[in-house]
């Protein structure tokens, strides 16, 4: 048994941290700042430090509010977990700060004393002990359904079981066949989810959807892609995401007409869409994206390429983001959002010819894992997009940049959902073959080097899970943006490791294709990449915005 008072031990922990953590992000923005703004060339010098700044913050939010859920009601087994993760963050938080205050030249008395606390070695023998993880693991295999049972009310608890239930009837059994044959996602599994509504997920019921008026919905849609991403993420989970940046993007800057026009057709994904915004020479720089759009008469001719446009070829619209203003120096606000229309495409190219001679062709981009949906390389070549697909029209010309990051939270909400049902499937596969398989005359669930893995692989699911819906019910209440990117961070790198040492597991079959849990694994890798590459969204938004949070504080 744990310790009654381990929760109080690690919650006093948890705080002195958030206070070195907070004097370390002080610090940094002292060093970055000229004039009392931020600097981009010192920035750019302390990326390492910025780095682990951004980390340690997202590491610390997600032991903090896990161990906030912990009350009468949390199951047995997320008590254990939730304390496990906790224990094992302020070994990573602490590790990370000694090295931020190394590099800065920081008093670092309060860290020594907090290595050497007694109360975090008494933790450490009694929460991450070989018996108390091993412990753990085996009530787990008793007891599956009580891991990561994150409290919610009746109707989303409805709406997870129907999807739950649709994801393995459905999804699951044509999931491998997809992944190994490379195939495109069939129309028979696209017409099932149009009929449950997820396309319409983000839009307002006055529009066709299923959202409300008055609020956003961002748990609802967390409950559904983290259902259907266990089943598969590139066959179903992530087919919702980008109606719902095209969607924000129109409900912020489109012209009434045009969300008359589009909106209630996203919402029963007729046509289905897809976002171009990387470019060839610009990954996640998109300040500095050069395709351009050129006016002729009653609109413009689109020039240039896009590469890694998620499902380009069977969307019958793309949400361009092109420089309508030739002069650079202006960086995103030469940008604007330009629907692109053209008929769905069921194979891995496609090569469509305007009648006034502008052309769109599209080639798959072949790929490790993630297939199902299919990123494209893209190359356009006077393209003719009328004026009315402008969104905003004349008054959107220079907004695309802001208009596209309204749909990038939400974005990053559901790929935090994805990254936990990849997990939760993962970490399953991984429990049950322990049970089944034997290993010089024992199940692999005996022991205690499996057990540790299985023990730790969901206590970070655990966590990962508790954080998404925490921040979830943030986002609901207009709040939690910046909390929205330190869970994408963080959920996604966990289903790395997650899916990394269920694979481990596994041992020989788990890097078979015929198993699950080998393209649970390639499928994962993807999560850390798009939706805000793992570095840019560490360096250039958390890291910017603590900063910056940091500078308001001291002016105040």
């Known amino acids: 048994m744990l310790p009654i008072t381990a929760a109080d031990d690690v919650q006093g922990l948890l705080l002195q941290l958030r206070g070195l953590l907070e004097q370390a992000i002080s610090a940094l923005a002292s060093r970055c700042t000229k004039g009392r703004q931020l600097d981009a060339e010192l920035l750019d010098l302390m990326q390492v430090p910025t780095f682990e700044l951004a980390w340690a913050s997202a590491e610390l939010l997600a032991a903090e509010r896990s161990l906030q859920a912990i009350d009468a009601g949390t199951s047995s087994v997320d008590r254990r977990l939730i304390l496990v993760f906790a224990v094992e963050a302020i070994t990573l938080v602490h590790s990370r700060l000694e090295a931020i205050y190394a590099e800065l030249d920081l008093a670092d008395g309060t860290l020594h004393a907090i290595a050497a606390d007694q109360k975090l070695r008494a933790l450490r023998r009694s929460v991450l002990s070989s018996t108390a993880l091993h412990d753990s693991a085996r009530l787990m295999v008793e007891r599956p359904e009580q891991i990561g049972q994150v409290a919610m009310g009746d109707e989303l608890s409805m709406i997870e079981d129907q999807f739950r239930r649709?994801?393995?009837?459905?999804?699951?059994?044509?999931?491998?066949?997809?992944?190994?044959e490379d195939l495109i996602i069939p129309d028979s599994l696209l017409a099932a989810l149009r009929d449950m509504g997820v396309f319409g997920l983000s839009i307002p019921e006055r529009y066709g959807g299923s959202a409300p008026d008055d609020q956003e919905d961002p748990l609802t849609m967390i409950v559904v892609t983290e259902a259907l991403s266990q089943a598969s993420l590139a066959a179903a989970g992530s087919l919702i995401t980008r109606p719902e940046i095209l969607s924000r993007a129109l409900l912020s800057g489109g012209t009434e007409s045009q969300k008359q026009h589009w909106l209630a057709r996203l919402a029963v994904g007729d046509p289905l869409c897809a976002i171009a915004i990387t470019e060839p020479d610009y990954g996640s720089d998109v300040a500095g994206l050069t395709l351009r759009g050129t006016p002729c008469e009653g609109?413009?001719?689109?020039?240039?390429a896009k590469t890694w446009c998620t499902f380009a070829g069977k969307a019958g619209v793309l949400m361009v983001v092109t420089r309508t203003n030739p002069d650079k120096s202006l960086g995103h606000r030469g940008l604007s959002l330009l629907l692109a229309e053209k008929p769905s495409y069921d194979g891995h190219e496609f090569d469509f010819r305007q009648p006034g001679g502008g052309s769109l062709t599209g080639r798959a981009i072949p790929t490790i894992g993630y297939r199902g949906m299919h990123s494209f390389d893209l190359s356009f070549e006077d393209f003719f997009v009328p004026d009315g697909n402008v969104i905003g029209e004349a008054q959107g010309l220079g907004k695309g940049f802001y208009h596209t990051m309204a749909g990038m939270t939400g974005g990053r909400m559901q790929t935090a959902g994805r990254a936990s049902g990849v997990m939760r499937a993962a970490l399953l596969a991984g429990l049950r073959y322990a049970t089944e398989r034997k290993v010089f005359g024992s199940p692999l669930l005996d022991y205690p080097l499996t057990g540790a893995k299985l023990t730790k692989m969901a206590a970070r699911y655990v966590a990962s899970r508790y954080l998404t819906y925490s921040v979830g019910r943030m986002l609901a209440q207009g709040e939690g943006r910046m909390e929205a990117s330190l869970v994408k961070l963080f959920?996604?790198?966990?289903?790395?490791?997650?899916?990394?040492?269920?694979?481990?597991?596994?041992?020989?079959m788990g890097y078979a294709e015929e198993v699950a849990v080998s393209r649970y694994f390639v499928d994962a890798r993807v999560l850390s990449i798009f939706e805000g590459a793992e570095e840019t969204l560490a360096l250039k938004v958390i890291g910017r915005s603590l900063l910056e949070a940091a500078l308001k504080a001291e002016a105040a």
């Open 166 to 180: 649709f994801a393995a009837d459905t999804v699951a059994p044509l999931a491998e066949h997809i992944h190994r």
């Open 299 to 304: 609109g413009w001719r689109l020039n240039g």
């Open 491 to 508: 959920a996604c790198r966990s289903a790395e490791l997650v899916t990394r040492e269920s694979l481990q597991i596994h041992g020989g």
